[in-house]
Each structure stands twice: as C-alpha cells, then as structure tokens.
C-alpha cells in the first residue's frame, strides 16, 4: 500500500464545475496535509494546508480533513481553465524523528477543466 | 517577500561527472528540504536540514549529499552521476515543521 494515494485521473470538469480531488493516508500519525498545484514544467505551488479535521475554505478551494478516515479532499468551486493543472497531495507526520521536513506525496491527479 | 531561489535552473552533465545545486530559501526560514521528482517516481524527499543541521535524510544513495550555510542557504551535490540521475530537483523553503513548504522552481539536471 502507498503511503498517499490519490484518486486516478485524469479528472475532466466543465468550465464552472465543482472538481472534487481525494487523498487517503497510511500513516496514522500525520498531522498535516497540504494541496498543490503544478503546471507542466513548473514546480509544485502551495493551494491549501489543513491540520485539524473538518472544512477550511479559502475562496474557491476548501480542503476536507477526516483523521478517523485518513481522507484528505480539496474541492474546486466554479473551475476555471486556468485551474488545469496536476494536483498533488502532500502528508507530514509533525516534528520529530525521522519526519523532519519530509513531504510524503501522492502520485498526483491531472485536472483539466475544459471551456 | 521574495520566493526560493534556485541556481542553476538547468544542467547538462555525463556520468561520471559530479553537480552542485543551489537554493536560497525565503528569509527568515530556516527548514530547506530537497526534493528529487521523476515522472515515474514522482517527488520523493531527499533530505532537510535546519540551521546548518541534517535533521532527516530520504532513501537515496551516498552519492546524495548536501548542506546548509548559517545563513541557510543550502547546497546538494550528487557525485558520480547516473543516467538515472536525470531529473527536476526541487529545494522547499519552510519556517520549520510541521508548517508549510514554499518551493523554489527547481533545477533540471540531465545526465548524458
């Protein structure tokens, strides 16, 4: 089993859609759990961090969070196509140890939202 | 607030040959992590450090190494390069764990 897996793509929404993007985590001790984005050629760029669980909701991107489940979402309001992109979730399991400063990252989801 | 830096954006090498890289982090954090992506791999952690200390270390060979400046700024090096070397090398600025990661836009090596 991987440490963070992400639901297979490619994800296709309309222009307008809400895309849902969905993680699950091996590691029972994570703690927190970041989204990016990445464009083709370009580096990973910073969407969401959630650390507790519930909603947080920043414009048109919420992040989910259920520990009891290790389920991470990112749901995208209104999808542009500017939001096309590959998203990748990322887990932490805190300080401490061997998990300083280390990302564990899913295989990433490809987003294309079409006009 | 300026972003990551890193230098140079793009290498070519032959293997064999050895390869610095450079990142500057977002002043006033400390925490640098390294990153080596692939597309069959995808982004696997290479390791961090934090005031000048290796604080964690992924799983990649000895040929892997790096370091950090007081300053932290931080440098790796892969000596000995392989073909398999080849790929996008991603520095992440952070104040420290477990907070956010900032990445700079990545060094892209080719081996030859």
């Known amino acids: 089993q991987k440490e963070v897996e992400q639901n297979s793509g490619p994800l296709s929404v309309p222009e307008g859609a809400i895309a849902s993007l969905n993680c699950t985590y091996s590691?029972?001790?994570?703690?927190?759990f970041f989204w990016y984005r990445q464009y083709s050629g370009k580096s990973p760029e910073l969407i969401m961090f959630?650390?507790?669980?519930g909603d947080k909701e920043d414009g048109r991107f919420t992040a989910q969070l259920n520990k009891a489940s290790q389920y991470v979402s990112l749901l995208i309001r209104d999808s542009q196509p500017s939001d096309s992109a590959t998203y990748l979730c990322a887990v932490n399991r805190g300080a401490g140890g061997t998990s300083y400063g280390k990302l564990t990252f899913g295989q990433g989801t490809i987003l294309t939202v079409h006009p | 607030k300026a972003g990551v830096t890193q230098t140079p954006r793009y290498l070519i090498k032959t293997r064999g040959q050895q390869v610095t890289l450079s990142c500057s982090p977002i002043?006033?954090?400390?925490?640098v992590s390294w990153y080596q992506q692939t597309p069959g791999q995808g982004l696997q952690f290479l390791f961090e450090?934090?005031?000048?200390?290796?604080?964690n270390k992924g799983n990649f060979p000895g040929r892997f190494s790096g370091r950090q400046f007081s300053n932290s700024r931080s440098e790796m090096n892969v000596s000995t390069l392989e073909l398999g070397d080849s790929a996008l090398y991603l520095c992440a600025s952070s104040p420290g764990p477990p907070r956010e990661q900032f990445f700079g836009p990545g060094t892209r090596l080719t081996v030859l």
């Open positions: 450090y934090f005031s000048e200390t290796q604080r």
């Open positions: 959630i650390y507790s669980n």
């Open positions: 590691d029972r001790g994570s703690q927190s």
């Open positions: 002043s006033g954090h400390r925490s």
